[in-house]
């Protein structure tokens, strides 16, 4: 069993932050992300369904932006607890958890899914990891 975490938003912590060196001049991919995710945000929308759409795209570009900044790090976490489980692979999990190669490793198996799906709803949207309040 697992109970909520606090995370907090990536891009909250770190406003403005680079997500790299930049390949090219400024703005870089975060500023223009940011400021597209400003402009739908801040936009005059002249009825709901498009004021809808807004948040929608508003909120893809958000994810995209904690993509960014988390995912090379994510990555090499998710590949380090594969590999600390003997598994190359997410279909090499599931196959050694349906096979019951990893019964005697139940807790790690849960820490390591619990992790990936933190890190995963971290990028989504990181308040669906809280009780809502």
Same mark, same amino acid.
Request: charged share 25%.
């Given at each position: 069993?697992?109970?909520?975490?606090?995370?907090?938003?990536?891009?909250?912590?770190?406003?403005?932050?680079?997500?790299?060196?930049?390949?090219?001049?400024?703005?870089?991919?975060?500023?223009?992300?940011?400021?597209?995710?400003?402009?739908?945000?801040?936009?005059?929308?002249?009825?709901?369904?498009?004021?809808?759409?807004?948040?929608?795209?508003?909120?893809?570009?958000?994810?995209?932006?904690?993509?960014?900044?988390?995912?090379?790090?994510?990555?090499?976490?998710?590949?380090?607890?594969?590999? !600390?489980?003997?598994?190359?692979?997410?279909?090499?999990?599931?196959?050694?958890?349906?096979? !019951?190669?990893?019964?005697?490793?139940?807790?790690?198996?849960?820490?390591?899914?619990?992790?990936?799906?933190?890190?995963?709803?971290?990028?989504?949207?990181?308040?669906?990891?809280?009780?809502? !309040?």
């Amino acid at each position: 069993m697992t109970s909520p975490v606090t995370v907090a938003d990536p891009l909250a912590a770190a406003p403005g932050a680079p997500s790299g060196p930049p390949a090219h001049d400024r703005p870089d991919a975060a500023a223009l992300i940011d400021a597209a995710g400003a402009f739908l945000l801040e936009a005059e929308q002249p009825d709901e369904r498009l004021r809808f759409h807004a948040r929608v795209a508003a909120s893809a570009l958000r994810i995209a932006r904690r993509e960014l900044l988390l995912g090379e790090a994510h990555r090499a976490a998710h590949a380090a607890r594969l590999r !600390g489980l003997g598994c190359a692979s997410d279909a090499d999990l599931a196959a050694a958890v349906r096979d !019951g190669a990893l019964d005697d490793r139940r807790d790690e198996v849960v820490a390591a899914i619990r992790a990936s799906i933190i890190d995963k709803l971290t990028v989504a949207n990181p308040r669906h990891l809280a009780l809502p !309040g």
